[in-house]
């Protein structure tokens, strides 16, 4: 079975998130638990996700901050041990801190390199917590390919992504992208700092609804 890691970002996803239902619903999944999801500090936030890496190579499902967790690992020798990233609304940590400054105060961007492993941004449009215009600028300092869900928030609970099944698809779609990587090329032309040239791609993109996979199967 596969180990599929589940990082989420500040408040730790509660009850109802399509994180925690996830954990249900996908076989061989478990969360990365933080000693303080309110006031995180990113580095131990990052040691936390390297102590379960220790312990096995695995795939990773994170939300918001948790994506800025999984991309601090370029720094990091425990990159290895990664074998593919579904990174789930990324959070832009300057503008998260503005929203929420007594539960970000201490904490303060990386400089984003290149990931090392597989990765796949699925993204929105209207992200209060990520522009458009800066989610292009980070999709291609990652060299992640990109789906763009359309109007879909902070892709959370708020934006009515509860059980998200449309997006054990879209994990489905990186499984086999990492089983066969060697024969599959990784869409460069997709990761491009060009506003214009990820706007239309999203638009042939964009998925109409939340369940555009609908039917619940273990992944392993």
């Known amino acids: 079975?596969?180990?599929?890691?589940?990082?989420?970002?500040?408040?730790?996803?509660?009850?109802?998130?399509?994180?925690?239902?996830?954990?249900?619903?996908?076989?061989?999944?478990?969360?990365?638990?933080?000693?303080?999801?309110?006031?995180?500090?990113l580095d131990e936030w990052v040691d936390r996700l390297e102590a379960e890496l220790a312990q096995g190579p695995a795939l990773i499902v994170a939300h918001s901050l948790g994506c800025q967790v999984t991309a601090a690992l370029a720094r990091r020798t425990s990159a290895r041990h990664v074998r593919g990233a579904m990174l789930v609304a990324p959070c832009d940590i300057a503008i998260t801190r503005k929203l929420h400054p007594e539960n970000l105060a201490a904490v303060h961007a990386f400089e984003p390199r290149k990931l090392p492993f597989p990765s796949v941004v699925v993204g929105s449009l209207n992200d209060i917590y990520m522009p458009f215009e800066n989610l292009t600028e980070i999709t291609a300092d990652w060299g992640s390919d990109v789906h763009i869900l359309g109007q879909a928030g902070h892709i959370n609970i708020e934006s009515g992504y509860g059980r998200w099944t449309g997006g054990y698809g879209l994990f489905r779609q990186l499984q086999v992208r990492v089983q066969h990587q060697d024969k599959i090329p990784a869409r460069r032309e997709i990761a491009s700092r060009s506003y214009d040239a990820l706007k239309d791609y999203a638009a042939f993109r964009i998925s109409p609804d939340k369940s555009d996979c609908i039917e619940k199967r273990s992944l392993s």
Request: with cysteine; hydrophobic share 40%.
């Open 1 to 41: 079975m596969e180990k599929i890691l589940i990082v989420p970002g500040l408040f730790g996803s509660g009850d109802g998130h399509w994180q925690r239902n996830w954990l249900a619903d996908v076989e061989g999944s478990r969360v990365v638990e933080q000693a303080n999801w309110d006031r995180p500090c």
